[in-house]
């Protein structure tokens, strides 16, 4: 398994600096995550379980689910009473909740709805009772510090980010231009891959047939 020291000494080998860059190379490791921790990949999406919606409560942070912060795109919001009835919210502009929630009618009852504000989520009706609650989406992966720490960036993702923090290197501390293109076709390749990598994850394996 690859951990953050294990990328750092490989990144280190490969550029030939015989350890004296060690900052250097962990923070370019740390903006190359930052640069693609956006983007969809199979191993930052996840379904987070075990939320439980409180009578009452309308906001929810991470003393409710500690993946709560971490999520960086919500794709459905399942929430159910019991196993035999379930439904899913839509998602609601968080200008709208706000207007909504301060209407004169009631905001408590069944939750019909959601908004992701300031890494919180808040419902609308706000739960009167007691629900269960399953969020699918892309999320965070925990943050490296230690030489021992990994993720799958570490894993799944360690060619394109060991292209991209070698890039970051050679463009803004070595100054090397020529390695930097090299690098910046070694990252577009690795990035390919792993596209072609989610694509067949994804797929259904069935053609769509276009409508005329």
Do not use: C
Request: glycine letters at 6%; charged letters at 25%; proline letters at 3%.
């Amino acid at each position: 398994m690859t951990t953050l020291g294990t990328l750092i000494d490989r990144i280190d080998d490969e550029l030939d600096r015989g350890g004296t860059m060690t900052p250097q190379i962990t923070q370019a490791i740390q903006t190359a995550i930052s640069h693609y921790s956006r983007k969809r990949f199979w191993f930052n999406e996840a379904r987070l379980t075990g939320l439980v919606l409180v009578a009452g409560q309308e906001f929810y942070t991470s003393a409710d689910n500690s993946n709560i912060p971490n999520l960086l795109y919500i794709d459905t919001f399942k929430v159910a009473r019991s196993s035999t009835d379930k439904w899913m919210l839509d998602r609601m502009p968080y200008e709208e909740m706000e207007h909504d929630s301060d209407s004169e009618a009631g905001d408590g009852g069944q939750p019909t709805a959601f908004a992701y504000y300031a890494k919180q989520i808040r419902l609308y009706p706000i739960p009167d009772v007691s629900y269960s609650a399953v969020v699918s989406g892309v999320y965070a992966l925990s943050d490296l510090s230690a030489t021992t720490d990994t993720n799958a960036w570490m894993t799944d993702g360690e060619q394109l980010i060991r292209a991209r923090a070698k890039w970051e290197l050679l463009t803004h501390v070595i100054k090397d231009a020529e390695g930097a293109a090299q690098m910046a076709e070694a990252e577009a390749k690795a990035l390919a891959s792993m596209i072609d990598a989610n694509n067949a994850r994804s797929s259904t394996g069935r053609v769509v047939p276009t409508q005329f």
